[in-house]
């Protein structure tokens, strides 16, 4: 096998971190590596796959004579829009975490166990979508290949790593009694309704992200979508409560097979036993876990999910890893 490439962009920010981690895991076919990350952290020293990397400085000319063949960005959506073009211009393949590329009609939006067939469609960048986007989709996905699906209800539990390390130190601050400095209120001891800012029609950016999100990643603009997302005093892992009306009907042990067989999913549901998926145990890992399946009497082909996972891994470090892991596959003819 060819041995590649790769380039992680925001190498030092807590999701380039964490690209480190999941690619030291999993081992790719990787010849170099290449570090870069704003001016700010250029020169400092990583550990990384048992050697020391430098930090390179992001500019316009840090991709040139390195032969690189995949990028991994994760540095904010304006960064992306700056320096993306660049890298794919010189036959790099982005694949970047920010929300710069997510809906750009040309641009695919990839879960790999959702839709893989869409990462050759890409013209020099695939998109990772939202962190609760992506455990959602990998939940719905069989839902919606063996019964189709009408219409989703979503409210999310959100972990205040999504909004990165000034977040989580929000919650810190909470803890030590301090202001918070990046949420609008204190969220130690709290629940805020209120995730990215607010838009005319009174949804946030954040519940507007995964209602386009999903229907773009199951290819079905039809799907009749609301949304509801809020920040919780959580560190790590997003919890989701998802309301799912199905086309068809169904055998509520039949359906729980199906989630039980599809790729990337742990159903957890024994509630005889209280047990159930909790962030606390989906902290560090790739997986995305479903429990609390049951019927919506109140609707007909109505079901209930309680879906929750890593934000900080599946919600974007390992997704943005596997979605490389499958392009070499391609590449790769396998």
Not at 79 to 93: D, E, L, M, T
Not at 114 to 124: A, E, S, Y
Not at 150 to 156: C, F, M, N
Not at 268 to 293: C, H, L, Q, S, W
Request: net charge neutral.
């Amino acid at each position: 096998m060819k041995k590649y490439n790769i380039a992680i962009v925001g190498a030092t920010g807590m999701v380039g971190r964490k690209f480190l981690q999941v690619l030291e895991e999993r081992q790719l076919p990787v010849d170099k590596y290449y570090l870069f990350a704003s001016a700010r952290s250029a020169g400092k020293v990583v550990p990384f796959m048992g050697k020391n990397y430098t930090v390179e400085e992001l500019n316009e000319t840090c991709f040139d004579g390195k032969n690189i063949h995949i990028a991994l960005f994760s540095a904010g959506a304006s960064v992306s829009k700056k320096y993306a073009p660049i890298a794919a211009a010189k036959g790099i393949v982005v694949i970047d975490n920010s929300s710069a590329w997510r809906m750009e009609p040309d641009v695919p939006l990839v879960v790999p166990e959702v839709n893989p067939q869409d990462i050759m469609k890409h013209k020099g960048i695939i998109a990772n979508p939202n962190c609760s986007t992506i455990q959602a989709v990998v939940a719905l996905k069989p839902l919606y290949d063996h019964y189709g699906i009408k219409r989703i209800v979503y409210s999310t539990y959100q972990a205040v790593s999504g909004a990165g390390l000034d977040g989580y130190m929000d919650l810190e601050r909470g803890i030590r009694g301090e202001n918070p400095q990046k949420f609008p209120y204190p969220i130690f001891g709290n629940v805020i309704p209120h995730i990215d800012v607010f838009l005319e029609n009174g949804y946030t950016k954040e519940e507007m992200k995964m209602i386009e999100e999903t229907k773009k990643i199951l290819g079905d603009s039809s799907l009749k979508i609301t949304a509801t997302t809020v920040r919780v005093p959580v560190f790590h892992g997003h919890s989701e409560s998802i309301n799912v009306e199905l086309k068809k009907s169904f055998e509520l042990e039949e359906l729980k097979n199906v989630l039980a067989k599809s790729p990337g999913l742990i159903v957890v549901d024994d509630t005889d036993n209280n047990r159930y998926p909790m962030a606390i145990d989906a902290e560090d890992k790739d997986d995305v876990f479903v429990g609390r399946i049951r019927r919506d009497e109140s609707v007909e082909n109505g079901v209930n999910l309680w879906v929750v996972a890593d934000n900080i891994r599946k919600g974007a470090a390992t997704n943005t890893v596997q979605i490389a892991e499958k392009l070499i596959s391609l590449w790769e003819g396998r």
